[in-house]
């Protein structure tokens, strides 16, 4: 992408020399400076809470001395899904602020369009939210880890279901026109082959569309028996909410980032949204299942005390919790030995990490060839008032 393998490898042998707190940026004696940028406006706001769960993470992580008593200044900024506004915000972060590193930021339009800048600047980029395939590429993003299932290991997973499931009839996928959409289409093809062509039919949708009702009306006219909904909780919604409308009655699939019940499900009205399924890494924090949970325990131990007034229900603020404990598990044991390269080097090795919030056996493994931090899920069915978990854990090998 960039010059690809000689940059990559000029990159990783910069980033290979030892380095202390006082020779890289924004590290003191006193305070760590990290940087992201979310949608906290425009069209995907509702998956910008992420940005407000790291925040609130940092600052219970400082309420307590800190990590290696250096407080965290964890840098926002709201790109409001616009990629060169993310442009604009990264070049802030990295030449004015002088950030140590770029984490959990979200959106896979803005990570491509700064990609390029913060590798040629030498900064990593951990955790990023977002599961375009294009970053799992070790050699053309050296400097980054992705912080959710890749979309392409999380299609195939649904594309799997369906073969099984609707083993004849026809599916219909509606899909964001950007790579996040796309990555999840090319996964269905990537499963399916020549099948593909034969029983898939797909209807785009740009961010900036008002409503998505035509897509579905459309889709429905397909006679599709299934129907996959890859985009944003704004329109996953809208897309339920019309099925629903309409009459049409097809098994739903919707992708990870739209999972939310206060995203998606309540805008799309919980009774509308019964029978949906999705994939997933984590124990719900609303279901009573986990109600004795030590995991969900300390997590609403948490929410309550740094995101009082905010709904629980909405997983985007756990996702960068458990971002959060992951920033705790890269930085902690490494004393003053804080440069970039060395934490990118933690980072590509976390080994058999049990996030409390993840479901039992999702563990986290990351290495010099693997930067994913997530590879498993569990599917689980909407019946109303809770997520049903069924099946297996699954990951990219699972038959």
């Not at 219970?60 to 604009?88: L, Q, T």
């Not at 195939?156 to 899909?175: D, E, M």
């Not at 949970?293 to 919790?321: H, Q």
């Not at 693997?370 to 109303?384: D, E, I, K, P, Y």
């Amino acid at each position: 992408m960039f010059g690809k393998s000689k940059l990559a490898f000029a990159l990783v042998l910069a980033l290979s020399a030892p380095a202390f707190a006082a020779d890289t940026p924004g590290v003191t004696a006193t305070e760590i400076k990290i940087g992201g940028v979310f949608p906290f406006s425009g069209p995907a706001s509702s998956i910008g809470l992420v940005g407000k769960g790291v925040l609130a993470y940092v600052q219970m992580i400082n309420d307590r001395g800190g990590i290696n008593n250096r407080k965290i200044n964890y840098i926002a900024m709201d790109d409001a899904y616009s990629p060169p506004k993310a442009v604009e915000h990264f070049r802030k972060l990295v030449d004015g602020d002088e950030v140590a590193f770029i984490f959990s930021q979200l959106g896979t339009a803005g990570n491509t369009a700064t990609a390029k800048y913060l590798a040629v600047k030498g900064v990593p980029t951990i955790a990023v939210v977002s599961g375009s395939s294009k970053f799992t590429n070790v050699q053309d993003f050296p400097l980054t880890t992705t912080g959710l299932v890749s979309y392409d290991v999380e299609g195939q997973i649904y594309a799997k279901y369906l073969t099984k499931t609707v083993p004849t009839g026809k599916y219909a996928i509606l899909y964001q026109n950007d790579d996040l959409g796309k990555d999840y289409v090319n996964a269905f093809r990537t499963f399916m082959k020549s099948d593909f062509d034969k029983r898939v039919v797909t209807a785009a949708y740009e961010v900036t569309e008002p409503t998505v009702d035509s897509q579905v009306v459309n889709l429905k006219s397909s006679g599709a028996e299934a129907f996959f909904i890859a985009g944003t909780p704004k329109f996953a919604a809208q897309a339920i909410r019309k099925a629903a409308e309409i009459g049409w009655k097809p098994v739903v699939i919707i992708d990870f980032p739209s999972s939310s019940i206060a995203g998606t499900l309540k805008p799309a009205g919980l009774d509308k949204a019964v029978g949906v399924i999705v994939g997933t890494t984590n124990k719900d924090p609303t279901d009573p299942k986990w109600s004795d949970d030590e995991g969900i325990e300390a997590y609403r131990a948490f929410f309550e005390k740094y995101l009082p007034g905010a709904d629980i229900s909405n997983t985007s603020y756990l996702t960068d919790y458990q971002h959060g404990i992951l920033l705790e598990q890269i930085l902690k044991p490494y004393g003053d030995d804080l440069s970039r390269g060395n934490i990118l080097r933690q980072a590509k090795s976390l080994r058999d990490v049990v996030v409390p919030t993840a479901l039992p056996d999702v563990k986290v493994n990351t290495s010099p060839t693997n930067n994913m931090v997530w590879t498993q899920m569990r599917l689980q069915r909407w019946n109303g008032a809770s997520w049903e978990l069924f099946g297996e854990v699954l990951d990219a090998r699972s038959d």
